[in-house]
């Protein structure tokens, strides 16, 4: 099954090289046109070009086979400076060899979907620094692309940044594993035309309740580590609810028995004021209860 992706990504990545080539129209339907148009060469106007990759300078940067991401610090962003299919084109790797959980201590990882915004992110971020706490902001293309200034402030501040589709769309993100992963490529061209490099951590919209096997065959066989969560705010929830409830909320997931390894799931979209004001509570009983606070790296442990 994989050789069958890897197949099938080898077709794609020639027949996007040949239709940004030569533009021809004939499977044109079947090839979205941004990946048609690699970040590379094409920087967005009225944009300074993309910056360098910096190798090991706040984060780790993947060897050409990838071969150094076995970390034993939780607390570093991990990134690639190729795009998919220029690692295909160069003959590189990009299924991940197998990492061992990091599991050497108990491990919080806040996690931020649905941003960029140019309101409730730098907000958070704020409280990030004033608290010196690094998290995971999985952020859509879309948004990416309205606030390429806020997702530079995200990486320069030395947080993660995960892949969390270009627009969010559940009737178009699951009609298949090839519409899903034509989103995951796009979104990483807006994140590398912004900050140079690209992510492996994704998370799919709404969970991976929405996978089936060739979902994960897809995403396995392509390089990239999905995480769900294990505790959340509920800040996404019809309801809405307050900053002490989405408190009450986290500590409800975590139980008795909080696990040695927390993911929580909170939002960063221009809604999420709450969020914002629970954050600092939230932040400081995970400290007082001894968790070190990590961001997401293809060496997170699962939370299931
Ligand atoms: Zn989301």
């Not at 099938?8 to 129209?25: D, F, H, N, P, R």
């Not at 958070?124 to 902001?137: G, M, R």
């Not at 004021?273 to 997401?296: M, Q, S």
């Amino acid at each position: 099954m994989k050789k069958f992706f890897c197949l099938m990504l080898m077709i794609l990545a020639v027949c996007v090289v040949g239709c940004a080539q030569e533009k021809t129209s004939g499977d044109v339907n079947q090839i979205p046109t941004e990946i048609a148009k690699p970040a590379t060469e094409e920087p967005p106007p009225e944009e300074q070009p993309a910056p360098q990759a910096q190798p090991d300078k706040d984060y780790i940067l993947a060897n050409d086979d990838l071969s150094n991401l076995q970390l034993d610090d939780p607390t570093k962003p991990v990134y690639d400076k190729y795009i998919l299919w220029e690692r295909q084109e160069k003959g590189l790797p990009f299924e991940l060899p197998y990492l061992e959980p990091y599991e050497a201590e108990s491990v919080v990882y806040l996690t931020f979907d649905d941003g960029p915004d140019d309101k409730v992110t730098p907000q958070i971020l704020d409280i990030l620094k004033a608290e010196n706490v690094k998290a995971t902001f999985y952020v859509c293309g879309n948004m990416v692309e309205t606030y390429p200034d806020v997702l530079k402030r995200i990486f320069n501040e030395g947080h993660a940044i995960g892949n969390h589709s270009y627009n969010h769309r559940y009737d178009q993100l699951y009609t298949g594993p090839w519409a899903f992963m034509e989103q995951i490529i796009q979104t990483d061209n807006a994140i590398r035309n912004v900050i140079g490099v690209r992510p492996f951590i994704i998370r799919a919209p709404g969970g991976v309740s929405h996978f089936n096997s060739d979902y994960w065959s897809m995403v396995e066989s392509c390089g990239y580590v999905e995480h769900d969560w294990n505790a959340l705010t509920e800040d996404a929830t019809p309801s809405q609810p307050n900053a002490s409830t989405q408190v009450n909320n986290v500590l409800k997931y975590l139980g008795d028995n909080p696990p040695r390894s927390v993911i929580i799931l909170m939002h960063s979209n221009s809604d999420k004021v709450e969020t914002v004001k629970a954050l600092p509570e939230i932040i400081h009983f995970l400290r007082d209860w001894g968790y070190k606070f990590g961001v997401v790296t293809p060496m997170t442990p699962q939370p299931w």
